[in-house]
Structures are given as C-alpha cells and as structure tokens.
C-alpha cells in the first residue's frame, strides 16, 4: 500500500497555509483601498516576522514562474498584484462545487454562511439523514437525504464535502462522498479523519486552535516578545 | 512600539499546531483502548511523514525535560504516556476560562457545543448586543449583554475570547475584551485580526482552509505521492 501523506509537491503545507492567511490580509486590505504593503506591514497584520513574509513571497514566485512578479520595491508589494499571483497559486481562478454534509446547528450556520458569494467555492447541495430537519430549512441550495450523496456529488460534479456530521456518522458519510467521486474534505467534526487514497483533508476544529492558543498562553505574552522583525 | 508576533519562545508554531493534532489523535485512539502506536502509524493518522512525528515528539521531550520520557521503543510510543506530556506541554492540565461573544447561528452553535465538557476550556459567559437574542436562547451558560464585557470579563477571569460576531462589530468586541484583561482570541470572524500587545490570536476560517484545499487539489492528488516515509 502507498502511503499517503498532506505535503503537496511543490510549495511545503506551512507556507500555504501562510500564503492563505495572507490572501486573507491582501483582500481586507483591498476593499479599504489600500494599493500597497511593506512585508513589514504584512508581517503585523498576519502575526509573524517580515522575513517570514518575504520569503513565502520569494516561493510563491518562483513556483509561479513569475520572476518577473509583484517585487516588494522601496513602497512595498502591490496589493492587487499579489492577490491575482495568490489566486492563482492556490487555485482560486475558478470555484470548487462543494457541498455540506450534516446539518445540525453548525451545518445549517454554515449554510447559510455559504449562500454569501466568495471566491473559493459554491455550496451546490446540503444532506442530512433526517429528512424532517431538510424540511424545516429554509435555503436556496437544493438539499438531499443522506443517502443520495453518491449520487448527487457525481452528477453535481462536487470535489469537495464539508462535514458537520456527529462523530458516530463519519465513516458511511466519508464512504458514500467517496463513491461520489469526492476529492477533498474540510472536517469539522470532533473525530480525526486521516486523508486516504485520493482525497485531502483538512480539519477545522475549535478545540484543536484552544490548544494552540493554551500553548502560546502557557508559553508567554507576546508584548514580551521585544522586536524580532 | 514594540513587534508583536506568534512565534512562541520555545516550541515553533508549526510544531505546536502538529503536536495539537497529534493530541486529538491520541485522545482518539485512548479512547478506542489502543495503547502504544508507532510513529509510522501516527504518520498515517495524520496525513504526513513518520520522521515529523518523530522529530515533533523529540523537540517536545526536550521542552518538558522529559529525557526520561515516553520513546518510541520496539513497539511505538505509549499512547497514554505521550497524552500526558502533551497534556503539560500545551498548558491544559486546567481548563481556560472563555467566553462567546456574538450569539448568532455559528455563535449559538459553539455555545451549544460548548456546554459539553473538554480538557481545553470551559465557557462561563456568552455575550451579544441584542437583547432580544439572550432571551430566545435555552442554555446552562450565563448570558449577558455586549455592553457588559469588560466588567464579566475581569470578574470571571475569563482568559480566551470565542469572536463569532459580525465583522463590523469586531474592532468594538476586541476593545471591551482587552478592556476585561483578555489574554487570547480566537477569530471565527471573515476580518483579519492581527495579534496585539498582550493578546494572542487564533484564526478559525472556512475560507482560509478551503484556499490551503483548494491549492492541494491543483497541485496532485494524494495517491500520486508515492512512498515517501
């Protein structure tokens, strides 16, 4: 058997996910009108220092084959500029179908947080096993029982499932967007899901970020920290 | 003006987000009753390389001083064992005190979920400017209006803010908190917020994790990597 690992081949998981954060911090900066940014200003906007910030900027270019790219010259990057490289990059030139799977308090919250426009992706259906519960929701996405799953991500053309579903439900919902053709997971459930043959996951989980967060409390405060950029 | 940033004195922040998903996979596996798991089948649990398990569990023997502590031996490292290190490491061996502030759907729905008891934290507050809102909400956790936040907060010695509010509420809510003494946030919010003098921030966003799958699914699939362990 292969074994299956998260790190994609060319830029490592860690800068992406900073270089996601970062398209994060450019957008918000964008819609204030801002046109420029130091990797300075980055580097406080985001957390951690502007070399950090320099040098995933130096990867992305490179892996983008943009040596000619959004240098930072003396007034910094150019907004815009980064985030047409960014979106690029990270693949956001055109949305993922995805679609949410349990929906509970969190599934229906975010549902209905979907049916705002991003750049990211478009939920085109929403399932749950309980077809009481799909009648008492009230949304413009078309919503199934949990059985059709396979079915519906096929036709749908769906790559990527969000799922609310309580812990014991994992597995057969896991299963069934498998036969569906799925090929990525955001995981919002309590259970670890490993990522297996064909399919990337990531997890979102608030009980994880607390032990981040109880690390970095445990650990210091960070106005001690002094200046390290 | 002092630079603030993430980076934490002693662990780096990657190895800490590791060793966090490490910890719910352990837990998860207590729980099944498996007592010893090599760093191979951590590996495969996780989704990346046995030598990052090893290496992550090797700096964080070195932080505990646990020379002595629990190694990988013939048969894997001690599943127990290994939960208790962490337990320390990450600072969980008491609950944070934490509060939710914005009690709409996602906001309820973390309130809810946060009436079941973790090792992480424990909220004893929610908070939201409307009124109305706190009387239509059935829960054991005491309610109370946005505009007492700093007063609960000092009073409760509530340490970890849960940020679910709309994003033009954001800058008011981080105000009061930091006014109530609060050591860390954790931002369910779309805005961007940078970690601030004597405040740690953890951002939680499906946007975010979407873009890091997004760019996952442009580079390979994960059937594609190969041996690489």
């Known amino acids: 058997m292969k074994k299956i690992t998260n790190t994609p081949p060319s830029l490592p998981l860690p800068t992406l996910e900073r270089l996601s954060a970062l398209y994060s911090v450019l957008e918000s900066a964008a819609t204030s009108g801002v046109a420029r940014l130091s990797s300075r200003e980055l580097g406080r906007l985001l957390g951690y220092p502007a070399h950090l910030v320099r040098k995933d900027i ?107 579903v309580p812990p014991e439900a994992v597995e057969t919902t896991v299963e069934r967007l498998k036969a569906g053709g799925i090929r990525g997971l955001i995981n919002f459930t309590s259970r670890p899901l490993p990522p297996s043959e064909g399919v990337w996951v990531r997890t979102i989980s608030l009980r994880a970020e607390m032990r981040v967060l109880s690390a970095l409390l445990t650990a210091g405060n960070p106005s001690q920290k002094g200046d390290i950029t």
């Not at 509970?104 to 085109?124: I, K, Q, W």
């Not at 309980?130 to 008492?136: A, F, I, K």
């Open 58 to 164: 130096s990867l992305l270019l490179k892996y983008g084959n943009s040596h000619e790219g959004p240098g930072e010259g003396h007034r910094g990057y150019a907004v815009e500029g980064l985030l047409a490289l960014l979106s690029r990059a990270l693949g956001l030139t055109s949305k993922r179908r995805a679609c949410i799977v349990g929906l509970g308090r969190l599934g229906t919250a975010l549902l209905h947080y979907s049916e705002e426009s991003f750049p990211e992706y478009e939920v085109v259906a929403g399932f749950d096993s309980n077809t009481n519960r799909l009648e008492l929701i009230s949304t413009r996405i078309p919503l199934y029982p949990a059985f059709r799953i396979p079915e519906v991500v096929m036709r749908e053309e769906i790559e990527v499932g969000i799922l609310a």
